[in-house]
């Protein structure tokens, strides 16, 4: 068995008690103190997150875009630069492989945030379809340090690591999907504000060997402000609450974008790997959809669960179930029969094998939570 691979913060972590986990192949900071405690800082003012797991791949040369075209299920070429857009990797059969947001840096450059687990699939997919096209591309990985500031203090937080009001308002009017090169605390960064937890929040690309100065500022800043470092546990609860889907739960190969209610980053009017394939798809209705699910008490249906219908028949699985920090209820996504849903899509009451009890939960539709 491999060893997990340390993060550029790694000792960081250590040093302000950690609680270090193997997730997907990388040494990361489970959490600090109390995941509960990490998740109200996010939502109230802000958590610093150490991302650097996450894959960075770099294109660059005069059919960049043409080529992410091809490879990805979304129209990557249009997007103006300095924007980012989210889209799915599927294989011919229409299976996701991986979602990634790509940020259009230049003309010419595109950087493909991949998932952690998925980053060599990514890789080796990306390469052997643009190997027709006018590009190269380079795997940024271990060069890369990400680091996120989360909540509705994160963007006070950034603005007190430069010096100017013009850098201060620039930052100000970042867009949401947007990117821009920024310098702080004096160090050069690429600054994204493409948030993952329902909250606002800016997301720090910088070389890995200036990882630790840039962490130490904004930890001083962050804590100044009242927040806290936060770490994967309730970043799994931010996500949850705020309806946004997780590859190997929500998503996988075994999944079609329309099954997981992605249809609409589809762009079919263009070819690209896995067209024909979603095609079909997309004139059928899916055997399983992703619904959402709300419960009373304090018992959390969690992944595998069993849904059942008011006969007592399986019509579904649970792939990820919290009990809502933010909303007091348990919560849940599950991929359901659509035959056994209500068309409104609420209000419908179904039951949830909790480990032999069964308990009532309501179809929801979800984002859970929408921040203020």
Not at 69 to 76: S, T
Not at 235 to 254: F, H, I, K, V
């Amino acid at each position: 068995m491999s060893t997990p691979r340390p993060t550029p913060l790694h000792d960081v972590h250590s040093a302000h008690g950690a609680r270090l986990t193997d997730f997907a192949g990388w040494h990361m900071p489970l959490k600090y103190t109390s995941e509960l405690a990490e998740h109200e800082a996010v939502r109230t003012t802000a958590g610093l997150f150490d991302l650097s797991h996450m894959g960075e791949i770099r294109l660059y040369g005069p059919q960049a875009g043409a080529a992410l075209d091809h490879a990805l299920v979304g129209r990557l070429s249009a997007i103006a630069v300095g924007r980012a857009k989210y889209s799915l990797l599927c294989d011919e059969s229409g299976g996701i492989l991986d979602d990634l947001v790509t940020y259009r840096l230049d003309e010419d450059e595109y950087l493909v945030i991949a998932n952690a687990s998925n980053t060599a699939v990514v890789l080796e997919a990306l390469t052997a379809r643009v190997q027709d096209f006018d590009v190269e591309i380079t795997d940024e990985t271990a060069q890369t340090a990400l680091l996120a500031v989360q909540g509705p203090a994160s963007q006070a937080i950034v603005q007190q690591l430069v010096g100017t009001d013009e850098e201060r308002a620039a930052i100000a009017g970042l867009r949401y999907y947007a990117c821009m090169p920024a310098q702080l605390a004096g160090l050069t960064v690429l600054l994204a504000r493409t948030g993952y937890t329902g909250e606002d929040g800016f997301e720090v690309y910088i070389g890995a060997d200036q990882a630790v100065p840039l962490w130490q500022a904004l930890q001083s800043a962050t804590e100044a402000a009242g927040g806290r470092l936060a770490g994967l546990a309730c970043r799994d609860t931010l996500r949850l609450e705020a309806g946004m889907p997780l590859y190997g739960n929500e998503l996988s190969l075994q999944t079609t974008p329309y099954a997981a209610g992605l249809g609409r980053v589809v762009q079919l009017g263009k070819p690209f790997v896995g067209q024909e394939a979603l095609a079909q798809a997309a004139e059928k209705t899916p055997e399983r959809v992703l619904t959402g699910l709300t419960g009373t008490g304090r018992r959390a249906a969690r992944a595998g669960h069993p849904v059942l219908n008011a006969a007592g028949q399986t019509v579904g699985v649970i792939t990820s179930g919290a009990l809502s920090p933010t909303l007091g209820h348990p919560i849940a996504l599950a991929y359901i029969d659509p035959a056994a849903i209500d068309p409104t899509g609420e209000g419908q009451s179904l039951q949830v094998d909790v480990r032999g009890t069964l308990l009532p939960f309501d179809v929801t539709p979800y984002p859970f939570y929408k921040r203020s």
